[in-house]
Nanobody
């Protein structure tokens, strides 16, 4: 099974950028759909963006279209989330998730493996 560790969170002003990393170990991510979810205080965990295991399908939440980009490097066994034009409403704990041979689904129930999360705070 794959283990996931997120990093790169922090405090940023509105309009700024952050790049989150998700380093995988225990298995190659080349056979996993990879996704990012986020959870704000008192709210449910929401889908952000996902890429299918073969890279052929991409799903992105409407709220982040044009601002957030997911990328993966199967050799480095790492996934990134580039976040631009950040808004205060993007403040949340961001989680990396993996779904073996997945098609980039938007439901958290589809993902078997999760990281511990990294906090992103956007100040106004």
């Amino acid at each position: 099974q794959v283990q996931l560790v997120e990093s790169g969170g922090g405090l940023v002003q509105a309009g700024g950028s952050l790049r989150l990393s998700c380093a995988a170990s225990g298995d190659t991510i080349s056979t996993y759909a990879m996704a990012w979810f986020r959870q704000a205080p008192g709210k449910e965990r929401d889908f952000v963006v996902a890429v299918s295991w073969d890279g052929g399908r991409l799903n992105r939440a409407d709220s982040v279209k044009g601002r957030f980009t997911i990328s993966r490097d199967n050799v480095k066994n790492t996934v990134w989330l580039q976040m631009n034009s950040l808004k205060p409403e993007d403040t949340a704990v961001y989680y990396c998730a993996a779904d073996r041979f997945g098609p980039a689904l938007t439901s958290s129930n589809a993902y078997e493996y999760w990281g511990q999360g990294t906090q992103v705070t956007v100040s106004s």
